[in-house]
């Protein structure tokens, strides 16, 4: 086995344009950084270098030829330290609203449950009712409190279904994103994750981001529905085999599905893809039926095929027939 030559980093002049290179989280992660450029390829100086994974995941990120000498990891660490200061992290912020009193204990307990796993900052929203008014007064601490996530049971589907589009649309969620997880039924601890992918492209980004942040704080196991057009030609016997298929080809949703398996790597997520036939509405149901995910992640934009196929009423009976906590994500 080749032996990898060892670079005291003291040697190598600062160079912050070839460092950051890396993306911070990467570099962090595996105790890499770029140190030169010579002859088309990168340096790369990492505490493990031949851990295969490791290299495999910087070389991918850096996207150019490179090669590896080992470095301390605590010399590594100072000079990221120097080219990216630290900055506190922000803690996330969840909403949570339980307008039902015989249901508020349980879904108390599971928010609170939700705020430890991520280390998020819980606030608690003081509404009766649930009415129109309510649900306008849960838009308005939205507005003034900016949360990640807001959190809540909706009983009255049909008034939710009204309420519903202002939060993808009002001005508030163009300025702070906010998600909804809609706790139906709450399971605790997270065991499964179904992740739902309505058209491949950009607007599921966060839904992906909002997956991996569970699945990691959780060690959830991740199952990733890309819903087909019923016009798809992948019916029948073949449709087992065209998971691999779709990961092998070069549009939107097989980027996308690439894009998911190589961070799945990264974080040590279990995570598998699922395809199945008929409706958008009826593999949604039926992946549901088989896998009976603790939680179900939906990307929320209004243009994705999930709300072409299930606007309004259908949405809602399709949330009714769930039957599990759903986040739509922003």
């Known amino acids: 086995m080749k032996s990898i030559p060892y670079l005291q980093l003291d040697c190598i002049k600062t160079d912050v344009q070839l460092m950051k290179l890396l993306p911070l989280d990467i570099a962090r992660r595996y105790h890499a950084l770029p140190v030169a450029a010579a002859g088309g390829k990168i340096t790369i100086a990492m505490a493990s270098p031949e851990d295969t994974t490791a290299s495999a995941a910087v070389a991918s990120a850096i996207g150019t030829p490179v090669c590896f000498v080992q470095a301390n990891p605590k010399e590594i660490e100072q000079r990221l330290d120097e080219i990216w200061p630290q900055i506190p992290t922000r803690r996330p912020r969840l909403l949570f609203w339980s307008p039902i009193s015989d249901s508020e204990t349980t879904l108390l307990n599971y928010a609170l449950s939700l705020a430890d796993l991520l280390e998020a900052n819980l606030e608690q929203v003081d509404i009766t009712l649930e009415d129109a008014q309510s649900f306008a007064k849960l838009i308005l601490a939205v507005e003034r409190s900016r949360p990640d996530l807001v959190i809540f049971q909706a009983h009255n589907l049909p008034l939710l279904e009204q309420v519903l589009p202002d939060f993808a649309s009002q001005k508030m969620t163009e300025q702070a994103p906010t998600s909804i997880l809609i706790a139906q039924n709450p399971q605790w601890p997270l065991a499964t994750i179904l992740l739902v992918l309505p058209d491949g492209g950009a607007a599921d980004n966060p839904a992906i981001n909002w997956t991996i942040q569970f699945a990691r704080a959780s060690q959830a196991a991740v199952s990733v529905l890309p819903l087909l057009p019923p016009s798809s030609s992948l019916q029948g016997a073949t449709t087992k085999h065209s998971a691999q298929t779709l990961l092998q080809t070069k549009d939107l949703l097989g980027q996308k599905m690439r894009h998911i ?51 309004g009423n259908q949405f809602m009976l399709l949330l009714e027939s769930i039957n599990r906590p759903v986040l739509i994500s922003r």
Do not use: M, T
């Open 261 to 311: 398996a190589q961070r799945f790597s990264e974080d040590g997520i279990k995570g598998s893809f699922k395809l199945r036939e008929g409706e958008p509405q009826d593999q949604l149901r039926c992946e549901i039926s088989g896998s009976d995910p603790d939680l179900v992640i939906i990307a929320a934009e209004q243009q994705n095929y999930l709300w072409q196929w299930a606007p």
